[in-house]
């Protein structure tokens, strides 16, 4: 069973930054995607950043050249460098992985930005 670790969320004011890892354990081989998502209170869950099967990145606009992603394949990992946060960027993060065909999901880091 595939299980997706998170952590690095918390409070942090407007403008710092935060980092977020996310560790894959439980299968022998490596995901075709691996990315982040966030829901925001009262919001749907939307993608932040990906990387695809092909290993292009993809990412919100909301969040283009702000935030970076990036990995360890050696470690199937994968991090969210996040940069110049706003308080639009409060949100549970959640790690997502897609391997032949399901989705696994960890269960969340929140990050509150506040001041």
């Known amino acids: 069973q595939v299980q997706l670790v998170e952590s690095g969320g918390g409070l942090v004011q407007p403008g710092g930054s935060l980092r977020l890892s996310c560790a894959a354990s439980?299968?022998?081989?490596?995901?075709?995607?691996m990315g982040w998502y966030r829901q925001a209170p009262g919001k749907q869950r939307e993608l932040v950043a990906t990387?695809?099967?092909?290993?292009?990145?993809i990412y919100a606009d909301s969040v283009k050249g702000r935030f970076t992603i990036s990995r360890d394949n050696a470690r199937i990992t994968v991090y969210l460098q996040m940069t110049s946060l706003k308080p639009e960027d409060t949100a549970v993060y959640y790690c997502?992985?897609?391997?032949?065909?399901?989705?696994?999901w960890g269960n969340g880091t929140l990050v509150t930005v506040s001041s």
């Open positions: 997502n992985a897609l391997y032949s065909g399901i989705h696994y």
């Open positions: 439980g299968s022998s081989s490596s995901p075709d995607k």
């Open positions: 990387f695809t099967s092909g290993g292009i990145t």
